[in-house]
C-alpha cells in the first residue's frame, strides 16, 4: 500500500463564460493593483479585449507587461521582474499559455523572495509563497495554471531549468474554453498532443495513484476525441472545451504523479534548438512508448480503450503496438512534423542530446522503465 499525497491550485473555475469570474477572485485576493501579464499574440484577441473592459468598468487598476515570448528565457523572468519592482503591484493576473504562466508564477515567487533567480533552480528552493497570483490559459495543453513548476530556457548552457516548489501554484486557475478560440491551428495541435503526453506519462508513471489514473483516464479520453475537431474547426466551442477540461486533468495527473522520459528527452530540444515544448514532446512520445512497453503492458490497455481501440483478440504486444501506431496517426493528422531531421538537427549531435537527457533524474525516475544513456542515444535514433 501507498501513501499519496495530491496538490493543486486553491479555486479551480471551469466551463464556458469562467472568464467573467475574474472580477469576483480579485476583490476575494483584495488585488487592487494588478499587474497584467500576456504575450503579443494573445494581447489584442476579443477574450483579452473584454477582460480590460471589465477590469476598467469595475474601477481596478492595472497594468499590462507582454513582452513575454515562447519557450521564456531566463532573461525575459529578469527583465518582466524589473517592470514588476517600477510598481507597487500587490497581485499578477496571467493571461496566456504556458510561458506566460510560467513566466507569471516566476515573478509572483521572485518578486516576494530576496533571492538571486538561479537559487531557486530545483526543488524545493523557495522558501515563502508570492504575490496573489490568478491565472487564465488561453491554451489547452500545459497544465501549467495547476502545477507547481516553472520551465525557463538557460540560453548560456543550452538547457532547460525548473523550478519546483508548492508556492509556485496559482490562487486561482480560470480555466475557460472561450480563451482559447484565437489559438492558431499549430498551437491547438502542439498543445493538444502535449497535453495527451502528460496525460499518458503520468498515468504509466511509478507514481501514479488511483487519483492521478482518474484525472489522466478522462484526459487521454477526450483529447483523442476532440482534438482532430478543434484543430479542424476552431470555434467548436464543444471541442474546446473538452480540450481545456483534458489539458486541466493532464495538469492535475502529472503535477502529482510527474512525466518520465518524453520530457527528459524534449528538453533538450528546446534549449539547445529551440523548439517549442508541445513539438518536441509530440516528436518523441512514440519511439519512448515504444522503448516503455514492456514494462507496463497492462495499461496500455486501457489507454487504447480511452483510444476507442478494438482490442478484442488481441494479446498485450498487439494491444499496445495499436496504441503506439495511433499516436502516429494523430500526429500525422494535426500536422506535427515528423522526425528530428525536419528541424534540420545534425545527427551528430545525439549523444550530446543523451548526454543532457539523462542528468534529467528528476524526471527519468518517474519513467517505468529504467534507461541508460545507450538506451537514450536509440530512441533519438529512432526519432531521427
Do not use: W
Amino acid at each position: 500500500m501507498s501513501i499519496h499525497l495530491f496538490k493543486s491550485v486553491s479555486k479551480l473555475v471551469t466551463g464556458i463564460g469562467a472568464s467573467e469570474e475574474l472580477i469576483h477572485h480579485i476583490h476575494r485576493l483584495k488585488m487592487s493593483k494588478i499587474l497584467v501579464l500576456t504575450d503579443k499574440g494573445v494581447l489584442n484577441s476579443v477574450a483579452v479585449e473584454k477582460i480590460k473592459q471589465n477590469l476598467i468598468n469595475n474601477n481596478i487598476e492595472y497594468t499590462i507587461y507582454s513582452d513575454i515570448t515562447p519557450e521564456p528565457e531566463i532573461e525575459v523572468v529578469l527583465k518582466t521582474k524589473q517592470f514588476f519592482e517600477r510598481d507597487q503591484y500587490n497581485g499578477i493576473v496571467a493571461i496566456g499559455g504556458g510561458s506566460v504562466i510560467d513566466t507569471a508564477k516566476c515573478v509572483a515567487i521572485y518578486g516576494n523572495n530576496n533571492v538571486p533567480l538561479d537559487s531557486l533552480f530545483g526543488e524545493n528552493k523557495v522558501e515563502q509563497k508570492g504575490l496573489p497570483l490568478i491565472v487564465l490559459p488561453t491554451t489547452a495543453g500545459t497544465g501549467s495554471e495547476v502545477t507547481n513548476i516553472a520551465i525557463l530556457s538557460d540560453t548560456v548552457n543550452q538547457v532547460k531549468k525548473g523550478i519546483v516548489s508548492d508556492y509556485l501554484l496559482p490562487d486561482v486557475a480560470i480555466i475557460a474554453p472561450e480563451m482559447t478560440v484565437s489559438c492558431p491551428p499549430s498551437i491547438t495541435a502542439a498543445s493538444g498532443v502535449d497535453a495527451l503526453v502528460h496525460a499518458i506519462e503520468s498515468f504509466i508513471s511509478v507514481n501514479a495513484s488511483p487519483l492521478t489514473d482518474a484525472f489522466a483516464i478522462q484526459a487521454m479520453t477526450l483529447i483523442m476525441k476532440s482534438l482532430p475537431a478543434a484543430y479542424a474547426n476552431p470555434e467548436n466551442m464543444l471541442a474546446r472545451e473538452d480540450l481545456a477540461n483534458a489539458s486541466l486533468m493532464a495538469g492535475l495527473a502529472f503535477g502529482n504523479a510527474g512525466v518520465g522520459a518524453v520530457h527528459a528527452l524534449a528538453y533538450p530540444l528546446g534549449g539547445r534548438f529551440h523548439i517549442a515544448h508541445g513539438v518536441s514532446n509530440a516528436l518523441l512520445l512514440p519511439y519512448v512508448m515504444e522503448y516503455n512497453k514492456v514494462a507496463c503492458l497492462d495499461k496500455f490497455r486501457i489507454i487504447a480503450q480511452c483510444f476507442d481501440e478494438p482490442i478484442v483478440g488481441c494479446n498485450s504486444i498487439q494491444i499496445a503496438n495499436k496504441v503506439i501506431d495511433r499516436l502516429y496517426l494523430l500526429c500525422e493528422m494535426v500536422n506535427i512534423p515528423k522526425g528530428l531531421n525536419h528541424f534540420n538537427i545534425p545527427k551528430e549531435v545525439i549523444p550530446e542530446l543523451s548526454a543532457e537527457a539523462i542528468k534529467i533524474e528528476r524526471l527519468l525516475r518517474n519513467n517505468p522503465r529504467k534507461l541508460n544513456l545507450q538506451e537514450i542515444e536509440k530512441i533519438y535514433e529512432a526519432a531521427y
